[in-house]
């Protein structure tokens, strides 16, 4: 699946702010995406940061006033405007947010926002009580009425030594957002995609839980792909380390129970559901409420299975249809095939994702995977090392063909 700003034309806007060299990251990052990158700076923006920066990560020309009385004269804002995927403006200043609300058009930055049609993205950045202000609150609010999709701002440390409202979000922020206004109208717009990561969480006593190592990246990874397909996406994540994708409805959880009381929830609308988490099999039969000392004479913890969240699914699923399709995954340490076989059939699934978790380079904790796709029919489908993204590409691939 290719990134979603891949052959796009996209506008960034960057105004007068400290923070404008964050820009220079975004467009750097979008045009290494493959989109075609347009940058129009503000005269107070170029106080900041020079054009040059913008041309050289971009390898266009970065547009400035003077380009609106320039060889294209009174239409250059119209040819910048017309056929844009995308319009970012990072850093959004006070100032400005006021010009677009009103439909004032005195810059080039400002008459190209006239004049687009796209999706719109805003990402302010201004000094203490200037965001928070009621001419300023009255702006964001028009601008959010005409759809514009605001990111931020960010509380913290400002330019003038104050801390409150009006830091720039990171450019990560900015660029998901961007990454998952691209994605809508893709192959699986209208599409409902339930995905589960991470290794559930099992608590022994208030300090101390039964997990396993599972990191959460190829659910994270799988999350990811389908929006960018232009899936709708709920993500059922335990406690990770990672940031979820931009646009996925996240819904967290700690243990086996909690993840199987979402999953249930959340399925009975799925077309799909990809079960991704490594659920943990056994859970103590009683927490204690206290920690456990060391010198309390414990010296083993009762087990007991924890529910099993596919085969749960069994019933409600025959009854109503859905999901309409779900993926499964084995983890295993040995008799890999088999041990998939033997789930994949127990627990009807349509596809099973094999991977052997002792493999150093695949499995748990590992940014790559070497998994086998099993199907009902007896298929086997061995897939090569690989990226955990690349893992996730290839599933959605598979979902695409089945529900479109």
Known sequence: MSHPALGKRILLGVTGSIAAYKAAEIAS???????????ILSESACKFITPLTFQSVTGRKAFVDADLWGGEGHVTHVGLGHGADLFIIAPISANTLAKLAHGLGDNLLS?????TTCPLILAPAMDAGMYSHPATQASVEILRQRQAVFIGPASGHLASGLVGLGRL???????????HLLSRGGPLAGKYLLVTAGGTQEPIDPVRILTNRSSGK???????????AGADVTLITTPTALTPPAGAQVVRVQTAAEMQ?????????ADALVMAAAVADFHPVSASSQKIKKNSG????????????????????AQSGYPRRVIGFAAETHNLL?????????KNLD???????????????TSTNRVTLLYPDGRQVPLPLQGKDQVADELITILTEWLT
Do not use: C, M, W
Not at 170 to 178: N, Q, S, T, V, W
Not at 261 to 269: K, N, S, T
Not at 351 to 365: H, K, R, S, W, Y
């Open 29 to 39: 990052r979008l045009t290494q995406s493959g989109a075609r990158v347009d940058v």
């Open 261 to 269: 009381a979402a999953v249930l929830e959340h399925a009975r609308r």
């Open 298 to 317: 414990l010296n083993h913890i009762p087990l007991e299975p924890t529910a099993d969240i596919l085969a749960s699914l069994v019933q409600p699923r």
């Open 218 to 228: 190829q659910g994270y990874a799988i999350a990811q792909a389908a929006l960018d």
């Open 169 to 179: 979000v990171e450019p990560a922020d900015i660029l998901g957002a961007a990454r």
């Open 351 to 365: 596809l099973i994702v094999a991977n052997d978790v002792t493999a150093p380079d695949a499995g748990f904790e």
């Open 338 to 346: 088999e041990n998939a076989a033997s789930k994949l059939k127990a």
């Open 111 to 115: 008459l190209t926002a006239l004049v």
